[in-house]
């Protein structure tokens, strides 16, 4: 069968389901959903991705489900914003609706070429503590549900999970579904509501997939499938490894000997494949996977633990003679150069990870480099760190000193921004940013902040250089630039305006991890799963 061939005519709902449940955390659940959401779109089937419940300060901005339901076109080019395609601003149809669901399911959703929304993935925890986390129901936040413990969330918020899925299933010919953690989590098997619970809810046909590079992966394999109950085992119809280094021939008898104890057949052996494409799902990324060649700038990224929506600077590890990397200590920025970039991303509790910055000492070393004249870029949160003052009358972030670095204050408001998008910057542009006078880009902004001025600098003279109105400032100086546009490192204008490069585009990588799953996995299991 080509990659073009259909299985059959689309005749829309209810569709079949196939999930991807994992052994673990970092299994590679996500990935393997983007793929299968790929591979089957290209056989001419309508697609859509789901999670039930994710867990992740990387969120992207979609439109509500009455105004685009799953499936709906694509603006033009088929793609996101920040892989390039146009976008206007506001977005989410006559009334502008809008929401937020994990950046996973953002990105499976194009990748099923379908259009990103609420119900894909209808509950969205973010973290702010390590025991706390704001609650996002079909893209809103709610108050009564972050207030709620864990375990009493779980019916409460099923019917609208099930729901979603049930008019997902009603539109598509395939709902991919992932999973979260692992289904053997016996200490909340009563309370699931995104593993076995989904897949018994719809008869999905399930892969089971393990990362081998950890070590344990048949281990992990029969463990998974020996805690869950007759029935649940009954729905797993393959196991996955994934991330395999070495000769394939060297696995044997173990494939067999497992099938022997399980019935559970190994439909695919993935090797490690470390340059993909694809963002990780909480942002994360190595060495191991930055473009080789020789190092021009160096791009350094404060990691606080509260980061948020890393995921954007994916493209920047395909930038060549670009290094990107993390920066947690003072250290990590003693070798930069003036050209070199410090970024401070987005944060879910800013004052929190501005104190923790603090403690670090990586407050002085972020005002060294940026006398030196060393670029510093600050984005979302990070803009409202660059800042003189954070000031929280509500409680919703916290109050206190910023970094003095551009003359602004930052007001946490409880309405929370969310919207996409789209700004053109001026000729004002200076530094190292004035690649970008003139340019158009697209985006789109998460914030409860709102940021001016600080009058009282002002009225002395200091003044903040407003490059996009409400949206962006630069210091006089132009090395020291903060903005509330996420997204401006994914955008193609942007990138070509700033390093004079072009990055692969999102429809590239989709179409890599389609082949390379339809290349590794065994004959016909793919087709299979979705065959009535």
Known sequence: MTA??????????????????????????SWLTTALCRYYARQGLKVAPFKAQNMSNNARVVVAPTLAPAGAALPPGGAHPGFGSASGAGGGGPSGALGEIGSAQYFQALAARATPEV???PLLLKPEADTHSQVVLMGQVSAELTAMPWRGRSEKVWPQIAAALDALRAENDVVVIEGAGSPAEINLHASDIVNMRVARHVGARCLLVTDIDRGGAFAHLYGT??????????????????????????????????????????????????QHGLPEEDGIFDDRSVAAGVVCKTVAVIAYPRISNLDEFQPLKNVPGLRLLWARSPADLGGLQPGDWVVLPGSKATAADLAWLRAQGLDSAVAAHAGRGGAVLGICGGLQMLGEALIDPD??????????????????ESAKTVRHTQAC?????????????????????????????????AAKGDVAREVLPGLAWQNPAGNVLGLYLHGLLEDPAALQALFGAAVPTLESVFEGMADYVARHFQAGVLDALVAD
Request: charged share 10%; net charge negative.
């Open 4 to 29: 073009t061939e259909p299985l059959h005519p689309t005749t829309p709902g209810p569709a079949r389901c196939v999930m991807v449940l994992g052994t673990t955390s970092g299994a590679g659940k």
């Open 119 to 121: 119900r894909m993935n």
């Open 225 to 274: 499938w020996a805690l869950l109950p007759q029935d649940e085992r009954a729905l797993i119809h393959g196991f996955v490894l994934n991330k395999f280094r070495g000769d394939a021939a060297l696995l044997a008898p173990a494939p067999q000997m497992l099938q022997e104890l399980t019935g559970v057949p190994t439909v695919a052996t993935l090797p490690m494949w470390w």
């Open 395 to 412: 409680g919703i972030d916290g109050n206190g000193p910023g970094l003095g670095l551009l003359p602004l204050v930052t007001v946490f």
């Open 425 to 457: 910057f001026g000729d004002v542009l200076a530094g190292p940013w004035a690649g970008l006078s003139g340019t158009t880009v697209s985006g789109y902004e998460i914030h409860h902040g709102q940021t001016a001025q600080h009058p009282a600098m």
